[in-house]
């Protein structure tokens, strides 16, 4: 496999040229055309604006270059999608796992070795600041960074987890990711951050001093949101004036109208991963697939529907100055910021149990006011 994937790559086209500057001095060569297929392929849909983005750049153009026929299916948990390839009839051939879920979907055998054969090796070397894995493909980029009441603050705005923390200096009640979404929501990141913690000493995190920032900020919490559009119509409801949020969820109430504002500073970078499915009957369509969606040409395109950062870093070359501001990997948001750090959250030790479970079963105890 190696070996083929080795010779595959060696076909494909010479590194693109770099920024949008030089390309009217070199013109990027053309990009090598996907081997025609039949068949389909059964891909992750995700539902809503992030469907229909994944339509646009990915699903039609995937279909019209190659023949083979995309089969968009639902979102549905990542429970029910273990037990279905436990089953030995995976509900997708290519799926899409938060960071913080496909490597326990590795350890426990359920996913399939990516052949990047038919993957452009300039598109290889750009994913940035997420690499490619053996069983990943990263997918998207965002942000759980401090949104709050524009309209509120006007002149001095939260500009640190400290000061979402300060209730008196910056006024209000807040909202946090509950903690029983662990590595997903950020909040325990956040609340050692707050206490003073530098981003890049937050891991292995420290409970007990995490829980023990939880509780200065807990009285001024009015919920601990659970789902991504909850963040940020807390604050169009004028039930909060600061807390946490996703950078797209925030974009798109904007779009709509809200007058959120936000800083990158202290964002916690998290991304999602493309991964294939063990037992797919489909797989050589699914590395196509794959293939195509880590074009930098088509992960602008995505950008252009929905504000979540594209992997390939080279699709910046492709995106509107105006645009790629709103991303939080642009130059200047990614400096402000850090990658989560999933391995941590995945990790246990022999016989214990993973990170993320500790965290939940930590938090249900804290709330329960059994700990601390």
């Known amino acids: 496999m190696v070996d083929i994937v080795r010779r595959r790559l060696l076909k494909g086209t010479a590194l693109v ?13 053309a990009i090598a055309q996907i081997p025609k297929g ?18 646009i750049a990915y699903f039609e153009p995937f279909e019209r270059e190659t023949g083979i026929k995309v089969i968009a299916q639902p979102r549905t948990d990542t429970g029910a999608a273990r037990a279905s390839v436990l089953a030995g009839a995976p509900r997708y051939d290519v799926m899409i796992l938060p960071g913080g879920k496909a490597p326990t979907f590795e350890r426990d055998n359920l996913l399939v070795p990516i052949d990047y054969g038919y993957f452009e090796k300039s598109d290889l070397e750009a994913f940035s600041p997420v690499k490619v894995g053996k069983f990943t493909v990263p997918a998207i980029v965002y942000s759980l960074f401090i ?21 008196q200096k910056f006024a209000g009640r807040r909202s946090l990711m509950a903690g029983t979404w662990a590595s997903d929501g950020g909040t325990f990141e956040a609340a050692l951050m707050a206490d003073g913690v530098e ?25 601990w949101w659970n789902n991504g559009a909850e963040a940020p119509q807390l604050i169009i409801d004028k039930l909060i004036t600061a807390g946490s949020a996703w950078n797209g ?10 007058k959120i504002g936000y800083t990158w500073n202290q964002g916690i970078l998290q991304y999602d991963c493309w991964v294939v499915l063990k037992g ?19 992960q602008a395109k995505f950008v252009q529907h929905i504000l979540y950062a594209p992997p390939n870093s080279r699709a910046y070359d492709f995106i509107p100055p105006d645009r790629a501001k709103l991303l939080p990997t642009s130059p200047d948001a990614r400096k402000q910021q850090f990658v989560q ?6 990790a246990r030790a022999a016989g ?21």
């Open 352 to 372: 214990e149990r993973a990170n993320n479970e500790i965290a939940v079963a930590q938090w249900e105890r804290w709330l329960a006011g059994a700990r601390g």
């Open 17 to 29: 040229g770099g920024l949008v500057a030089t390309r009217s001095l070199f013109p990027a060569p």
């Open 38 to 55: 039949t068949g389909e392929v059964v891909v992750y849909d995700g539902g809503g604006s992030w469907g229909e983005a994944k339509r």
């Open 147 to 167: 949104a709050y009441d524009s309209s509120k603050f006007t002149s001095n705005a939260p500009n640190s987890w400290a000061d979402v923390w300060d209730a």
């Open 199 to 223: 981003p890049s000493k937050l891991y292995p995190i420290d409970w007990d001093r995490a829980f023990k920032s939880l509780g200065r900020i807990k009285p001024n919490i009015v919920k």
């Open 341 to 346: 750090d999933y391995e941590f959250w995945t």
């Open 249 to 258: 969820r925030v974009s798109a109430a904007n779009e709509q109208g809200a």
């Open 280 to 298: 797919t009957k489909n797989a050589d369509n699914a590395f196509k697939f794959l293939a195509f969606s880590a074009r930098a040409e088509n």
